[in-house]
């Protein structure tokens, strides 16, 4: 019986059809995001309310077939990280709510769409990834932080009183230079640094503008200085941080899928190093021939 599971579980169609589920899961809570504008949305509830019902079901059928292909352990099930992940998104869609929690059961409802990772296993690599970079990428944040707080700081003591609106406070000028790092509008907080605040940006708020002073060289300076350091080189870093964990992620599956091939007969790494060291024996025996083919046509020239 739990070799018939298994099977089961580990076809290709079964995890298509999952996969399928998983969309139609998706597309009906985008469907219900209509259903307080769209009267033919409320028409046709209870039928969603169905489809909805039928597909936890698929759900939960699929965590029993793949409990039962472990056979008498069925607790083997839950030591796999991405099946505690499965079997929490389906169990929360069973907890007892009050009709005035409907959104937060939706909500719950929506997490199904998140079984894609589970069902991708390109995706379930980057998220892998991802979870790989995160101490890296804690330190890149650290790092960022610090040139957040030491520009912000200059910036509340260098600009506060020329642009108020960016930079009245600390945690005002760290909101604005992370609105500068991500590139949007950032030339205009730049410009009002650089030509004063009577002359640039607060048209319509100048009752604001109490201590213009324009500031046409530091303003530049500081301002590409910052964008240099947080955007070009730091956030950079980010990207960096991510390759390196899907290159050791890859790694690691390749290596998953070699000790499987392994266990289960496959060739050993000495035979396939033996292997590869006849192919290139082979390679190199069809380039000598070709270079005496090639000597024979040219003393016949």
């Known amino acids: 019986m739990s070799n018939a599971l298994k099977n089961i579980a580990e076809a290709k169609w079964f995890q298509n059809f999952i996969i399928l589920a998983i969309l139609a899961a998706g597309v009906l809570v ?13 028409a046709i509830a209870p039928t969603i309310h169905l489809f909805d019902q039928v597909i936890l079901w698929i759900f939960v059928i699929e965590i029993a077939i793949k409990m039962g292909a472990e056979g008498a352990r069925p607790w083997r099930y839950f030591l796999d990280p991405w099946n505690i992940f499965d079997f929490a998104i389906v169990a929360v869609c069973f907890l007892p709510f009050n009709a005035e929690y409907a959104a937060v ?51 509340v003591f260098i600009f506060g009183g020329n642009d108020p609106v960016h930079f009245q406070h600390l945690p005002l000028a760290m909101l604005s230079l992370f609105r500068v790092v991500t590139g949007e509008d950032w030339t205009d907080v730049m410009y009002i640094a650089m030509y004063g605040c009577d002359n640039y940006g607060y048209e319509g708020m100048a009752e604001l503008c109490t201590q213009p002073h324009a500031m046409p060289v530091f303003g530049s ?13 730091i956030l950079n870093l ?8 899907m290159n050791e992620a890859d790694a690691e599956v390749a290596k998953e899928a070699a000790e499987e091939a392994e266990s289960m007969g496959g060739p050993t790494r000495e035979q396939r190093l033996a292997q590869l060291a006849v192919e290139l024996s082979a390679i190199q025996k069809e380039i000598s021939q070709i270079a005496i083919a090639e000597d024979e046509t040219e003393k016949k020239l």
């Open 221 to 233: 300076l500081f301002f590409c200085s910052f964008m240099m350091f947080g955007a070009m080189i």
């Open 105 to 155: 059961l939706r909500l719950l409802r929506l997490l199904r769409v998140l079984k894609l990772v589970r069902a991708l296993p390109r995706l379930q690599i980057l998220v892998g990834a991802l979870l790989k970079s995160i101490p890296s990428m804690g330190y890149v944040s650290i790092l960022l932080l610090l040139l957040f707080y030491v520009y912000a700081c200059a910036a």
């Open 30 to 42: 985008g469907i219900q995001t209509y259903e307080t504008t769209s009267s033919t949305v409320r």
């Open 238 to 245: 980010f990207i960096g941080v991510i390759m390196n964990g």
